[in-house]
């Protein structure tokens, strides 16, 4: 249909009627030179047919799943940029609920796996006795090293912890009370300071799946909700 959108185009191949025995000439002939009325025609019997047609579609869509399937996912391939662009403002648009969706899918996940998740975890730090203390040892050498005005951080932390709640720095989330975590901005294992200016308030899960990485490395994981 492209190559018939250019009006001048449409009036051209209008003016010249093509011999009868041509029959798709003919037909896009007669189509161009009749081309309000037919659109008109097919636009009236859409709107009568309109809840018969979609619900045929809607039919056809549900006792074909593997088609409507790999449709979307073939235009969805060959359309990367638009699909990027349209998930980003959907995750800015719906932050909380997702935020809240995935804490639930978590918290329903450690509920119902919590024996074993727990018992997972304890076998872990049982054999990796020697890694942990060697880690948390490094972390306050770091710490005491790259520490500024301890007094002034402690102030603030109690200052935060006092109020009713705070946002994420990194999702806008509201938390309060224990669920309150401080972050490092620069990691101090990448050698940030401990100091109020590199420091942030985090959610759990901000805080926890962000780790000792950079903004630019968790980004890349995708395993945030912020939009950077
Ligand atoms: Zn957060």
């Avoid at 009868?20 to 037909?27: C, L, Q, V």
């Avoid at 975890?121 to 090293?145: S, T």
Wanted: a positive charge; proline letters at 3%.
């Amino acid at each position: 249909m492209a190559k018939w959108q250019n009006a001048q185009q449409v009036q051209d191949v209008a003016t010249v009627r093509p011999a009868r025995n041509d029959a798709k000439a003919y037909r896009r002939w007669h189509y161009l030179k009749n081309r309000a009325k037919v659109l008109q025609q097919s636009k009236d019997w859409y709107l009568n047919n309109k809840e018969r047609k979609l619900s045929k579609a809607s039919d056809w869509a549900a006792s074909h799943p593997d088609d409507i399937h790999r449709h979307c996912k073939k235009w969805r391939d060959s359309n990367k940029e638009h699909e990027r662009y349209r998930n980003k403002e959907y995750h800015s648009a719906n932050r909380c609920s997702i935020n809240q969706k995935q804490r639930d899918r978590m918290r329903l996940h450690y509920l119902k796996n919590r024996d074993s998740l727990l018992a997972k975890n304890r076998e872990w730090r049982q054999r990796n006795k020697a890694y942990i203390l060697h880690q948390a040892a490094k972390r306050r050498a770091l710490k005491k090293l790259s520490t500024v005005n301890l007094g002034m951080i402690r102030g603030w932390m109690a200052y935060i912890k006092s109020l009713p709640f705070v946002r994420c720095y990194y999702c806008s989330e509201e938390i309060r009370g224990p669920e309150i975590h401080f972050d490092h901005i620069v990691p101090l294992a990448k050698g940030g300071p401990h100091c109020i200016e590199n420091l942030c308030v985090a959610c759990q899960h901000c805080n926890c799946s962000k780790r000792d990485k950079s903004i630019r490395a968790w980004v890349k994981l995708g395993q945030q909700f912020l939009e950077l």
